[in-house]
Nanobody, 129 residues
Framework: QVRLVESGGGLVQAGGSLRLSCAASGLPFSDCTMGWFRQAPGKEREFVGAINWSGSRTFYSDSVKGRFATVRENAQNMVFLRMNSLKPEDTAVYYC??????????????????????WGQGTQVTVSS
């Protein structure tokens, strides 16, 4: 059974930082591109960032580029999202997702939700102004 479990969300003031974690089990983690998405109330789920199987390539949406960074630890089946300089518009439920066997060449490719086979339940991030 595949499980992706996010943690690390919470309430933070604007300008602050958070680190989200995603623990994966039941899948060949080192063969998966891992993505981060978010969904704010009343809005569609949107791409945040992704990291390839080895960690050598990352992709980010323009809205978070330079503020967010994702890394992975294949030995622990974990992926992390470091979020700095948080803004109220970053408030959303954040999801990690796994794309098995996918190699993305661009952020546009990595942003396609249909490419991801497995999803976590999400963790709430709230940024106060």
């Amino acid at each position: 059974q595949v499980r992706l479990v996010e943690s690390g969300g919470g309430l933070v003031q604007a300008g602050g930082s958070l680190r989200l974690s995603c623990a994966a089990s039941g899948l060949p983690f080192s063969d998966c591109t891992m993505g981060w998405f978010r969904q704010a109330p009343g809005k569609e789920r949107e791409f945040v960032g992704a990291i390839n199987w080895s960690g050598s390539r990352t992709f980010y949406s323009d809205s978070v580029k330079g503020r967010f960074a994702t890394v992975r630890e294949n030995a622990q089946n974990m992926v992390f999202l470091r979020m700095n300089s948080l803004k109220p518009e970053d408030t959303a439920v954040y999801y990690c997702a796994a794309a098995y066997g996918q190699l993305f060449g661009s952020a546009v490719d990595a942003a396609s939700r249909s490419q991801y086979n497995y999803w976590g339940q999400g963790t709430q991030v709230t940024v106060s102004s």
